[in-house]
């Protein structure tokens, strides 16, 4: 198939170049000249403007992936693409956009008689090599349609077990992608699978942050341990029940420093887990996880709050308390081993 591909970034450019490698053509734009000549070289054809792109996908009905940030700068695409383009032509947010920014983009495309298709994409800057996880929304036609760009971007099966029960069943999942439903639904499944990963990279971060504070001070001495976080890292990832990929990636990291010098600790959120937490407040479904961990990123980014002056100024009011000048665990200054059980 030909298609257009718009944003030649950390993801898209990856894409097209994952899309030729499967033998499918690509019109690409971006905005700054050096991706896209460099995808020229590799065999796209490379489009000065959004204008000069489409006019390039010469054969109806043509199909323009748009691999942008969330917000307005996508926002501006569709609605630029949806002057250019004709009624049967298809327009793919590969991006993070919000759900019912989608339903809203579908509603007004479809008066035109273009077709929208909103796509959850999951695999990062490993993807040309491990293929994407895609989660998609829109009409059936138009993803039947796709079917061919979706399958070269997906991982395929690969050597993953098949799961038990799904004989019979639509074979596009166990291949790494879905059509999950209507407009928005499938950016839907992607937000809540973002808020799902904010919380297991929180789940390992506190682990770590455990292990590697079992050298302090704090503790009766026979009970420090100075952990090797690197080590304790890979051994997880070979048949424990916790191994994952974000464990792989946090392995990498610790091998290279175990201190993780280089990182600050600012941790950014790329809205999906906000969102994730407003779905779920929408909802009244408890999601104690996922706000939690979308909180201690907040948190990451500042040093001590105005709360945190409060909380010392009223435990100075009532009780004395220094700061800084108070063991962590009160119990420690008796002398007394500490034996507490998880129920005590």
Same mark, same amino acid.
Request: glycine share 12%.
């Given at each position: ?30 905005a ?12 796209a054809?490379?489009a ?14 043509r199909?323009?992936?748009v691999m942008?940030p ?22 793919? !947010? ?6 019912? !920014? ?6 007004k495309?479809?008066?035109?008689g ?34 061919? %760009?979706?399958a ?8 993953i ?5 799904r004989?019979g ?26 808020? %799902?990963e904010?919380?297991l990279?929180?789940?390992?971060a506190?682990?770590?942050d %455990? ?6 001070r704090?503790?009766?001495? !026979? ?8 080590d ?16 792989d990636?946090g392995?990498a ?5 175990? !201190? ?10 790329s809205?999906?887990g906000?969102?994730?937490?407003e779905?779920? %407040? ?5 999601a104690?996880?996922?706000?939690a ?48 059980s998880?129920?005590g």
């Amino acid at each position: 198939m030909k298609i257009g591909v718009i944003g030649l970034g950390r993801m898209g450019g990856n894409m097209a170049r994952r899309l030729m490698k499967a033998g499918h053509s690509c019109v690409v734009f971006d905005a700054n000249a050096k991706p896209r000549e460099a995808l020229a070289k590799e065999g796209a054809t490379a489009a000065r403007s959004v204008e000069e792109a489409v006019k390039a996908l010469a054969e109806k009905p043509r199909a323009v992936w748009v691999m942008l940030p969330a917000g307005a700068v996508t926002e501006q695409m569709v609605e630029q693409l949806g002057g250019l383009l004709e009624r049967g032509d298809i327009i793919i !947010d590969g991006g993070n956009s919000f759900y019912k !920014d989608d339903i809203r983009r579908a509603k007004k495309l479809r008066d035109k008689g273009i077709r929208y298709v909103d796509c959850g994409t999951s695999g990062g800057v490993w993807g040309i090599d491990r293929g994407y996880c895609m989660m998609i929304g829109g009409p059936k036609d138009a993803v039947d349609h796709l079917d061919p %760009i979706f399958a070269a971007l997906a991982p395929g099966r690969g050597d993953i077990p098949r799961t038990p029960g799904r004989n019979g069943a639509d074979s596009r999942p166990e291949r790494g992608y879905l059509h999950a439903g209507p407009s928005g639904a499938g950016h839907f499944v992607k937000m809540v699978h973002n808020g %799902i990963e904010y919380g297991l990279m929180q789940a390992y971060a506190e682990g770590f942050d %455990i292990l590697r504070n079992k050298t302090s001070r704090d503790l009766p001495e !026979d009970e420090r341990f100075t952990l090797n976080m690197a080590d304790i890292a890979e051994v997880w990832r070979r048949g424990s029940v916790i191994s994952s990929w974000l464990l792989d990636l946090g392995a990498a990291a610790l091998a290279k420093d175990a !201190d993780l010098e280089e990182f600050s600790g600012y941790v950014q959120d790329s809205g999906e887990g906000r969102w994730t937490v407003e779905a779920a %407040i929408e909802e009244a479904v408890p999601a104690d996880v996922i706000t939690a961990s979308l909180y201690a990123r907040f948190r990451s980014r500042r040093g001590h709050t105005f709360a945190e002056k409060v909380l010392s100024a009223m435990r100075f009011g009532f009780g004395g308390h220094l700061e800084g000048q108070e063991p962590i665990d009160p119990e420690s200054t008796t002398g007394e081993p500490t034996r507490r059980s998880a129920a005590g």
